[in-house]
């Protein structure tokens, strides 16, 4: 049997009529870049995350280095954010001449540790961003709370986490404001690059537009220096259409989620095979689904041999990055961050796996830990 990690191609299939019919109204509009497709979709993306404005822009990583740009994060500033990420979130905030300064995360959910907060905060601490990692969002009321009281913007990197919730609030309304990602892999993924901020406020809203479009507000008059990072209309109507299934596509990844509960515990594995707590009051979207394991990486290996894909998100935290020795950090520095490198890996959970699939995948785990 083959089980690839995600299948692009199965999702497809149940949209490719709806798909390609808005392609079509697109290059007969031969409009391309923002207009009103973009602003439709910002609308609808607002609405469905529960916020005032939407801004799309071009990628998940633009998405964090504009809402740096807008707080006026600069040179000499400090950002305080995990080393257990996507690249993007640290490079963001170095792009801007700022430094990120790490703090562990909590070893149940994988996300940031606010306990661990208050003491990396110094005079020069400008924001915090969590990260809503594999799908489930940071304890968000704890952070806010030292925000607040230390006057710090909360920057909600939610690129994988479109859908997910806390106490009935969405991901991208929990912060200041909200970065989203369309990369083809992510819950929502359109075909190519693509990225969304969502804001209450409309002041930051309208800063965020004018950042994107090299600082301007009306056409060749400059009061920034912004850059260019533009939704294209390709991309919001592919990413329109595919919105109005979002929902559905969670339940399936969550009823898989179920799943696999159900199958690593009827196969006795779940002494060896740790897997992802929800936090109370948090609803998960499974944008991966990421287990412990001893023998990881012999594991992964068996398994690709056996034909199921995984992958490990992620195998080197930020402070060990070689871009980063310049920080001072060594090995020991993000005991519970480096611990998760070591033991983390995504199997398949994407909405069309089959049972019979979900259920050879975990027989694969039970027969490479019964040679082991
Ligand atoms: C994907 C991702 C990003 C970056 O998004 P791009 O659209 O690929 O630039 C940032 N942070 C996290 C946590 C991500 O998973």
Redesign the pocket.
């Known amino acids: 049997m083959n089980v690839p990690l995600l299948d692009l191609k199965a999702q497809y299939h149940t949209i490719k009529a709806e798909v390609l019919s808005v392609m079509e109204a697109v290059c007969d509009e031969q409009g391309f870049v923002l207009g009103p497709r973009v602003a439709e979709f910002e609308k609808a993306t607002a609405q469905y995350v529960g916020s005032r404005h939407a801004i799309g822009c071009a990628?998940?990583?633009?998405?964090?280095l504009l809402s740096l740009m807008a707080f006026g994060v600069k040179a000499g500033d400090e950002v305080i954010t995990v080393p257990f990420?996507?690249?993007?979130?640290a490079g963001a905030i170095s792009r801007l001449g700022a430094k990120p300064v790490f703090v562990d995360i909590r070893r149940d959910t994988f996300n940031i540790d606010p306990g661990q907060i208050e003491r990396a905060i110094t005079p020069r601490t400008k924001a915090v961003i969590p990260?809503?990692?594999f799908g489930q969002c940071a304890d968000m009321p704890a952070i806010n709370e030292i925000a607040k009281r230390h006057k710090l913007r909360v920057i909600e990197?939610a690129?994988?986490a479109i859908g997910a919730a806390q106490q009935g609030r969405q991901a991208g309304v929990l912060g200041d404001v909200g970065?989203f990602?369309?990369?083809p892999?992510?819950n929502l993924g359109g075909f190519g690059?693509?990225?969304l901020l969502t804001t209450d406020d409309q002041t930051l809203a309208d800063t965020l537009a004018m950042l994107r479009v090299h600082g301007s507000r009306v056409r060749y008059l400059h009061e920034a220096v912004g850059i260019n990072s533009r939704l294209d209309a390709l991309q919001a109507a592919v990413l329109h259409v595919k919105l109005q299934h979002l929902d559905r596509w969670t339940e399936g990844r969550r009823r898989n989620a179920e799943r696999y509960l159900r199958l690593f515990a009827q196969a006795n594995l779940l002494d060896r095979v740790t897997l992802p707590p929800t936090a109370p009051g948090n609803f998960h979207v499974y944008?991966q689904y990421t287990v412990r394991v001893p023998q990881r990486d012999e594991l992964r290996n068996f398994l690709k041999e056996k034909g199921v894909g995984s992958e490990v998100?992620y195998p080197l935290p930020m402070h060990l990055q070689n871009c980063y020795q310049d920080l001072g950090h060594r090995k020991g520095s993000f005991p519970l961050s480096e611990r998760a490198a070591e033991e983390v890996l995504s199997l398949p959970i994407y909405p069309e796996l089959t049972e019979e699939q979900q259920a050879y995948v975990v027989q694969m785990i039970g027969e490479f830990y019964r040679r082991a």
Do not use: E
């Not at 990628?59 to 964090?64: K, M, R």
């Not at 990420?85 to 979130?89: K, L, Q």
């Open positions: 990628s998940g990583s633009d998405a964090l990420t996507f690249f993007a979130t990260v809503h990692l990197d690129c994988q970065c990602s369309f990369f892999t992510k690059d693509g990225g944008n998100y």
